[in-house]
C-alpha cells in the first residue's frame, strides 16, 4: 500500500498502536536484507552469555535467539519504526546480579523474575505516559553512575581472572583495536567517504570485528578452524521449555521479584537511554524525508519492548534482554533512508527487511558453525566497546564536579556490590552532597559539560 506525499505509511489503527502487515503495509528493501544475513552473527553473541552464566547448552542457547528474533518483529508491526535489539550496557549489571545465585534452577528464577519484572515496568510506564517523568526524577548524578558503573563491570567481566582476555588476549586486542578504530576513531570518519571499501566498512557496524576474529583466532591458535556444517539450525524447544523456564521449573518465589527490584530500575534507567537515541535518529532522519511522517512514539516503544521482556521472561530467558534499539543498525538504515524514496522508500521498510536478513541467518547452519567458534572474542571486544561506550556517556550526564565524584563512588560500587548497593549509596551521596546550591566553580564545570554534549 502507497502513502500519500506527506503521510505516514498505511497502517490499521489499534488504540495506540499502527499495525503494519508485512508485505502489505510494509515493504522490502534488498540492501538491508543483505546486511542483516550477514550480521546474525551479532545476535549470535548472545549464545556464549547463556552458555557461561547459565549452562546452558548450544541448541537451547540457539533456540532462545530464534525467539527472541521473531519477537524484533513486534515492533515494525504494531506501530514503531526502529530496530529493536538487546539492552548491551546492561548485561554487565545482569550478570553481577545473577552471580549472588547459584547455578541453576535458582539462577534461572532470578534471571525469569528480573525479566518479567522489567517487562511489567516498562508496560506500566507506557500506558500511563510516566517513562519520561521518571527518567527525569532521577539525578544526574545516579544516572552518571549507574551508566559508568555499567562500563566498569563490563570491562571487567572481560579482564578478570579467568576471563574471556586470558582465553584469547591476541585475538581480543586486535578486534577491539580494529572496532575502536572504525567506530571511534576520527581519522577514520575523515575518510569513509573516500572510496568504496571505506564507506562499506563503516556501514557495516560490528561485522568487521568478527570476521577480523575468524581470520585471526584460528591463525594465532587462540580458537580452532571452524568446521562448516550444511543444513539448516536444530532447535531444542521441548528442552527449552522443560529445563529453563516456567513450563519445566516452575514460578520464581515472590522474594525473587523483591530482591531483583533495584537492579531492574537500574536496567529501565539504562535502557530509556536507548528510547530517547531512537528518537533523535528518526528526528534526524526525518529531515532529509519530508514524502514520510515518522512517528516515534516513546510510550507505544515503552509497551513493546515491555511485553517483548515479559513474554521472553516466560518462552526464553536472556541475559540480553529485550532493548528498544539496535543502535549501530538503527544508524546504517537511516543515513540509507535519507538517500530517498528512490534508496528506500520507508524506514519501515528498511528496519523489518533488516529483521528478515537476520530471522533467516540463524536458520543457515554454514552462517552459524562459521561463526560459532569466535563468539567469545566477538563478545569479549563487544563488551570492550561497550565499556568506552558507557564511560563516555556516563561522564556527560554529570552537571557538577560533585556529580562526577557521585557518580564515580557509585559506579564502583555498582561494579563490585551490585545495583541494589550503588542504588543505595548514590541516594545517600545524593542527599548529603547535593544540598544547597552550586558553587561558581561547579556552575563553570557544568556550563562545560554542555558545551560538549
Known amino acids: 500500500m502507497k502513502r500519500i506525499f506527506g503521510e505516514e505509511q498505511p497502517y490499521i489503527p489499534a488504540g495506540p498502536f499502527k499495525v503494519r502487515i508485512p508485505f502489505v503495509h510494509v515493504g522490502f528493501e534488498k540492501v538491508d536484507f543483505m546486511q542483516g544475513l550477514l550480521l546474525c552473527a551479532v545476535c549470535l553473541g548472545m549464545i556464549p552469555i547463556l552458555q557461561e552464566y547459565l549452562g546452558m547448552p548450544f541448541e537451547v542457547a540457539m533456540t532462545i535467539v530464534v525467539i527472541n528474533g521473531l519477537l524484533y518483529f513486534m515492533h515494525i508491526m504494531l506501530g514503531d519504526p526502529i530496530i529493536p535489539g538487546w539492552i548491551t550496557p546492561a548485561i554487565p549489571i545482569v550478570i553481577l546480579y545473577l552471580n549472588q545465585f547459584d547455578i541453576g534452577t535458582e539462577r534461572m528464577h532470578a534471571l525469569i523474575a528480573f525479566q518479567i519484572s522489567l517487562g511489567l515496568l516498562a508496560i506500566i510506564l507506557g500506558i500511563t505516559g510516566l517513562g519520561q517523568k521518571v527518567a527525569s526524577i532521577v539525578p544526574n548524578a545516579m544516572k552518571s553512575g549507574i551508566i559508568i558503573g555499567a562500563g566498569i563491570a563490563a570491562v571487567n567481566s572481560v579482564l578478570v581472572e579467568g576471563g574471556r582476555f586470558e582465553q584469547a588476549p591476541i585475538s581480543i586486542i586486535a578486534c577491539t583495536g580494529v572496532g575502536f578504530y572504525l567506530l571511534f576513531s576520527s581519522h577514520f570518519k575523515s575518510q569513509r567517504n573516500i572510496n568504496k571499501l ?39 524447544f521441548g528442552e527449552l521449555f522443560a529445563n ?32 530517547i537515541q531512537a528518537k533523535c535518529l528518526l528526528d534526524d532522519a526525518s529531515k532529509k524525508r519530508p514524502d ?15 511485553a517483548r521482556n515479559v513474554l521472553m521472561g516466560i518462552f526464553g530467558p536472556t541475559i540480553t534482554l529485550c532493548g528498544p534499539l539496535a543502535a549501530a ?16 522508500d520507508s524506514i519501515n521498510n528498511g528496519a523489518i527487511s533488516y529483521r528478515y536478513g537476520t530471522m533467516l541467518g540463524y536458520f543457515l547452519l554454514p552462517i552459524v558453525t562459521l561463526v560459532k567458534p569466535v ?40 561494579a563490585i556490590k551490585g545495583a541494589a548497593w550503588g542504588l543505595a549509596a548514590g541516594v545517600i551521596l545524593c542527599l548529603f552532597v547535593n544540598l544547597g546550591k552550586h558553587t561558581r566553580y561547579e556552575s563553570e564545570i557544568a556550563a562545560e559539560l554542555e558545551s560538549n554534549n
Open 292 to 306: 514520510e511522517k515518522i512517528d516515534f512514539n516513546a510510550n507505544r516503544s515503552n509497551m513493546i519492548f515491555g
Open 198 to 236: 571505506t564507506k562499506i566498512l563503516a556501514d557495516l557496524g560490528s561485522l568487521p570485528i568478527i570476521v577480523l576474529a575468524i581470520i585471526i583466532g584460528p591463525v594465532v591458535g587462540e580458537v580452532p578452524w571452524p568446521q562448516i556444517e550444511w543444513g539448516f539450525t536444530t532447535l531444542a
Open 329 to 344: 543498525m538503527q544508524v546504517v538504515v537511516c543515513e540509507r533512508f535519507k538517500l530517498g524514496q528512490n534508496t528506500m
Open 244 to 275: 529453563w523456564t516456567i513450563f519445566g521449573l516452575g514460578l520464581p518465589p515472590i522474594e525473587m521479584f523483591i530482591i531483583g527490584l533495584p537492579a531492574v530500575l537500574s536496567t529501565y534507567i539504562i535502557l530509556f537511554g536507548d528510547v
Open 375 to 414: 563468539l567469545g572474542i566477538a563478545l569479549a571486544a563487544t563488551l570492550l566497546i561497550q565499556g568506552f561506550v558507557s564511560f563516555r556517556v556516563g561522564v556527560t550526564k554529570s552537571r557538577t564536579v560533585n556529580d562526577l565524584g557521585i557518580a564515580g563512588v557509585m559506579a564502583a560500587v555498582i
